[in-house]
């Protein structure tokens, strides 16, 4: 979601769980159905939130009531219960930092800076990759050839199930990226 300077996004519902990542935070204030419009805690970028939706739809619309843009990425949940799948480890690669674990979903942040790397990983089930900070990646996988990227903050891509990779930073500025893994 990216809302300009004084951005509206008027009244949505949404019906399932939401994981969500602040990539450019603004001054911004949230408002339910028929509840008078709050001031919403300025969050530094990166700030990663997992919210329940529950039984019951949420409807409410967000105003960016500052003079920069708010950019936040949001992952709904589709699927009403977990898949059921054991979400991996990443104890083997210390330098990703376990930021959320529910029910639904498992994430980390991975900061790199210029020329760090990280030992592979093998995800176990699907999820997402949510860029923060960019740069440029390289991925390694087993019997392919170095994939390199040019990340921009608010990107995003989802990640196989299965997949094992190692990455570095290749390049001089530092990436920092936010994943989740879903249970």
Do not use: C
């Amino acid at each position: 979601n990216l809302y300009p300077p004084k951005g509206d996004s008027g009244f949505h519902t949404h019906y399932r769980d939401l994981f969500a990542v602040i990539i450019q935070p603004s001054q911004s204030s949230g408002q339910a159905l028929g509840k008078p419009l709050t001031a919403a805690p300025l969050y530094p970028a990166g700030t990663a939130v997992y919210s329940p939706v529950g039984a019951e739809p949420r409807t409410h619309r967000i105003i960016n009531g500052d003079k920069s843009i708010f950019q936040i990425i949001v992952v709904e949940l589709h699927r009403p219960k977990p898949l059921g799948i054991a979400a991996s480890s990443r104890d083997a690669a210390p330098q990703y930092v376990q930021i959320s674990d529910n029910p639904r979903m498992r994430a980390w942040r991975l900061v790199l800076e210029a020329g760090q790397s990280v030992p592979s990983i093998t995800q176990a089930s699907k999820g997402v990759r949510i860029v923060v900070r960019g740069g440029l990646l390289t991925t390694a996988m087993p019997g392919l050839q170095d994939q390199h990227l040019a990340l921009r903050p608010g990107e995003f891509a989802v990640q196989q199930a299965g997949a094992t990779r190692a990455l570095k930073n290749s390049g001089t500025e530092t990436i920092e990226l936010v994943e989740i893994e879903l249970k």
